[in-house]
């Protein structure tokens, strides 16, 4: 009789020990990063003030931040998909920034832009509308 309390006993622990638990589903960890803005164009914060650098050598107008986290404004030029000039001002950080473009109308727009390669961007405002642009 104790044997067989002994085997039920150790029965009912291997299978209590091999029941497999549902793995919690991971938690997606999702880097912060901070969006620029068309507005972002018309102001300097104080702490941006503080990291403001000017290089006459370079196509950015300034550039603001620290080590490996600079933004940068650029002055561009470019035209849209049926070939119309627009020209206009961009904050970069990273691969991506905003702006605002003026076309040959004198019609201001806000745009998101991201890089294509060297000195060149491509822009999409809110109706859709693309863009490829140059820095100046």
Same mark, same amino acid.
């Given at each position: 009789?104790?044997?067989?309390?002994?085997?039920?006993?150790?029965?009912?622990?291997?299978?209590?020990?091999?029941?497999?638990?549902?793995?919690? #589903?991971?938690?997606?960890?999702?880097?912060? =990063? +901070? %969006?620029?803005? #068309?507005?972002?164009? %018309?102001?300097?914060?104080? +702490?941006?003030?503080?990291?403001?650098?000017?290089?006459?050598?370079?196509?950015?107008?300034?550039?603001?931040?620290?080590?490996?986290?600079? +933004?940068?404004?650029?002055? &561009?030029?470019?035209?849209?998909?049926?070939?119309?000039? =627009?020209?206009?001002? &961009?904050? &970069?950080?990273?691969?991506?920034?905003?702006?605002?473009?003026?076309?040959?109308?004198?019609?201001?727009?806000? &745009? +998101? =832009?991201?890089?294509?390669?060297?000195?060149?961007?491509?822009?999409?405002?809110?109706?859709?509308?693309?863009?490829?642009? %140059?820095?100046?």
């Amino acid at each position: 009789m104790i044997k067989k309390l002994l085997f039920i006993t150790f029965i009912g622990l291997v299978t209590v020990s091999c029941k497999q638990e549902t793995p919690k #589903p991971k938690e997606k960890i999702v880097p912060f =990063v +901070e %969006k620029i803005l #068309p507005e972002d164009i %018309k102001t300097i914060t104080p +702490e941006e003030a503080q990291t403001f650098h000017k290089n006459p050598e370079r196509k950015y107008e300034y550039r603001t931040g620290t080590y490996n986290n600079y +933004e940068y404004d650029y002055d &561009v030029i470019g035209s849209d998909s049926l070939k119309n000039h =627009v020209k206009g001002n &961009v904050i &970069v950080k990273g691969k991506y920034g905003a702006g605002m473009l003026t076309d040959s109308l004198g019609r201001v727009f806000d &745009v +998101e =832009v991201e890089w294509t390669g060297y000195d060149m961007l491509k822009g999409k405002d809110k109706r859709g509308n693309t863009y490829t642009l %140059k820095t100046e």
